[in-house]
């Protein structure tokens, strides 16, 4: 059974930074496309960054520059750093995984992800 389980979000002030982890049991990481995603409230959910099984890593504009995501393979571990946050950040944040693709492609389909963590809030206030 996969498994995904967030941490790290919270409240900050804006220009502030957080770090999210992403734990993952369960999944055979050969092939993969991980990465996260968020949803403010009234929005759609929308792709923040990703990574595939050839370590291409991508992330949606308003985030470039700001948010690094890494990974930890030994401890099958993926984490969002976020640096000078924006109230506009302020989201549900969630970990999602599936079995094969490219970073690219799947950063603009959440709904192609069938593995998703419980999310972890994440509040910037101005």
């Known amino acids: 059974q996969v498994q995904l389980v967030e941490s790290g979000g919270g409240s900050v002030q804006a220009g502030g930074s957080l770090r999210l982890s992403c734990t993952v049991s369960?999944?055979?990481?050969?092939?993969?496309?991980m990465g996260w995603f968020r949803q403010a409230p009234g929005k759609k959910r929308e792709g923040v960054a990703t990574v595939d099984s050839s370590g291409f890593t991508s992330y949606v504009d308003s985030v470039r520059g700001r948010f690094t995501l890494s990974q930890n393979n030994a401890k099958n571990a993926l984490y969002l750093q976020m640096n000078d946050l924006k109230p506009d950040d302020t989201a549900v944040y969630y970990c999602?995984?599936?079995?094969?693709?490219?970073?690219?492609?799947?950063?603009?389909?959440?709904?192609?992800?069938?593995?998703w963590g419980q999310g972890t809030q994440v509040t910037v206030s101005s």
């Open positions: 369960g999944y055979s990481r050969t092939e993969y496309v």
């Open positions: 999602a995984a599936r079995t094969s693709g490219g970073a690219w492609y799947f950063l603009s389909r959440p709904s192609d992800f069938p593995y």
